[in-house]
């Protein structure tokens, strides 16, 4: 090989690898910008915890006076909880009692690129130690969608747990959305496998 070629494939992969340490798309083929807007000036832009993190981190932001909403483990009504003040840790924090179900604010607005959507998931660690996870499971949010992100949390363990300020609630990513059609079929559709019955036929 040629010292010129030589010379490009090394600039080529370094403009790669430049790449994915950004919130750009980890695909050499397309690189799309998914950026953020601060509504509070605390609020953390998300970020991807390693080089090849799938998804990015979004936090919590809680602000002194702010009123949290939430609806109690047997109560059908939205209620408010305030932002409270711990002074060990100096952080701002909301507690978030068994059973409850609380809208969680990023403090930020995503501007999606059209043809995608941001896919909020639950964090791993945070589920499985301390039992708080994404009610709806997954979170979607739509590209014409340009107001406050929340994180719809619920906490299934048996014990109060305090958000603070800054935590990382949940994970978000970045999906293309397919074009497709909603369309009436005058027939039912034709059997595509081997497959024979309906739910559950294939086991447990």
Not at 137 to 164: H, L, Q, R, W
């Amino acid at each position: 090989m040629s010292k010129a070629k030589k010379t490009s494939t090394t600039k080529s992969k370094i403009k790669i690898e430049e790449n994915t340490d950004t919130t750009w798309s980890k695909s050499p083929m397309m690189e799309e910008k998914l950026s953020f807007f601060r509504i509070n000036k605390q609020a953390k832009i998300p970020t991807f915890s390693t080089k090849d993190s799938a998804c990015f981190d979004l936090s919590a932001t809680l602000v002194e006076g702010d009123e949290i909403k939430y609806y109690g483990s047997v109560q059908n009504k939205l209620l408010p909880r305030r932002v409270s003040f711990d002074i060990n840790s100096n952080r701002y924090f909301v507690q978030l009692n068994n059973m409850e179900r609380m809208l969680i604010p990023t403090g930020l607005i995503a501007d999606i690129p059209v043809g995608f959507s941001i896919r909020l998931h639950s964090r791993s660690g945070l589920a499985f130690k301390q039992g708080v996870y994404l009610t709806n499971c997954e979170g979607v949010i739509d590209s014409d969608y340009v107001e406050p992100i929340f994180a719809m949390v619920t906490n299934i363990s048996n014990v109060p747990v305090k958000i603070f300020d800054g935590d990382r609630i949940c994970q978000g990513e970045l999906v293309r959305c397919e074009k497709y059609t909603l369309n009436e079929s005058d027939e039912p559709p034709a059997q595509k496998t081997d497959r024979d019955g309906g739910f559950g036929s294939t086991g447990v």
